[in-house]
């Protein structure tokens, strides 16, 4: 009897086992998310910021998840609900809010005013991880509104995805064998070019009229070589002058950027020039007057020639990568 009794209590539980192993490992339920952005504006380069508006909708049936208060934006410098809406009505919690963002992010300037950047957005629960839920993007329709104008810039794409972020910190829990924790995100990546040419020679109109100031001392005669050297002098002020005043409305950037590259080709041609014109001065000394002239003509026709050719190529490929 015990025998039977036995065989029939293991024979149950190899047919409870596999109920109880899918318990054990049942999968994190699904949040379905997606976003309609209505306004993006503000974007302060110097601060690294920018300020962006939108509509946000998720839907999930585990109504512990509360987005309305458990909501985190980790790239956020702050974030205000302006309006929310929860409906139960159909089983499920599906929740519409309106937020406004003022997001961080790092700008590359490498080819500025030439550049494109990248907006970043993603959503996370601040009390749930990655195996409780998951984020499901809702790619319905278009994900910004169409009519809204980003002046200056130009949106080439909008694109929703989900991942999986890790935390290299336990944040506290002793039951965890490993000292991280995985959160679900939801993200959302919005690509955006500049409208450049007004904004070019707006900056660099200054900086290229100083280098045609220090071009025409060519076309000044020898007896005004003081002239000369003035105009040259004070035309790498002004250039270096165009430069700081770039510089202030940029970030920090350790790399060598197009602003860097004009304004240091320009005060290159420009010692260029004071150099051509201080040989040009030591051969009217030397009364070879004749091979002077000469000398102004070969160098009026290289020097801006080479200089034209290398800011169209410079700027050619800022605006073309």
């Known amino acids: 009897m015990r025998k039977r009794i036995t065989i029939a209590i293991c024979i149950l539980l190899l047919l409870c086992f596999p109920f109880l192993n899918y318990a054990q490992d049942a999968p994190p339920d699904t949040v379905t998310a997606g976003i309609y952005i209505t306004s993006i504006h503000d974007i302060d380069f110097k601060q690294k910021e920018y300020v962006v508006n939108c509509w946000l909708w998720l839907k999930y049936k585990n109504k512990d998840f509360n987005f309305v208060d458990n909501l985190e934006i980790p790239q956020a410098k702050s974030v205000s609900k302006s309006f929310a809406t929860v409906d139960t009505s159909d ?27 990248k907006l970043r957005l993603s959503i996370e629960n601040s009390q749930y991880d990655a195996n409780s839920l998951v984020f499901k993007a809702d790619t319905a329709g278009r994900h910004y509104d169409p009519r809204f104008a980003l002046s200056g810039w130009k949106i080439d794409s ?20 490993k000292q991280h924790m995985e959160y679900s995100n939801f993200r959302v990546r919005v690509t955006i070019s500049r409208d450049a040419t007004g904004l070019f020679w707006k900056m660099f109109l200054g900086m290229y009229i100083a280098f045609l100031i220090a071009y025409i001392c060519f076309y000044i005669h020898y007896d005004g070589l003081d002239s000369r050297f003035g105009l040259s002098v004070g035309s790498l002020f002004a250039v270096i002058g165009n430069k700081y005043i770039i510089d202030s409305s940029l970030p920090e950037s350790s790399s060598f950027t197009l602003v860097d590259t004009l304004h240091g080709l320009t005060l290159f041609f420009i010692f260029v020039v004071i150099t051509a014109t201080t040989f040009t001065m030591k051969l009217v000394k030397t009364n070879r007057i004749a091979q002077a002239q000469r000398f102004d003509k070969l160098m009026a026709v290289l020097i801006l020639l080479v200089y034209l050719a290398l800011n169209a190529w410079f700027i050619w490929r800022a605006a073309n990568v």
């Open 91 to 117: 089983g499920r919690v599906n929740l519409m809010m309106k937020l406004q963002c003022v997001m961080k992010d790092s700008w590359r300037i490498d080819n500025f005013p030439f550049d494109k950047q």
């Open 158 to 177: 909008c694109v929703l995805l989900t991942g999986v972020k890790q935390y290299e910190t336990a944040f506290g829990d002793e039951s965890l064998s």
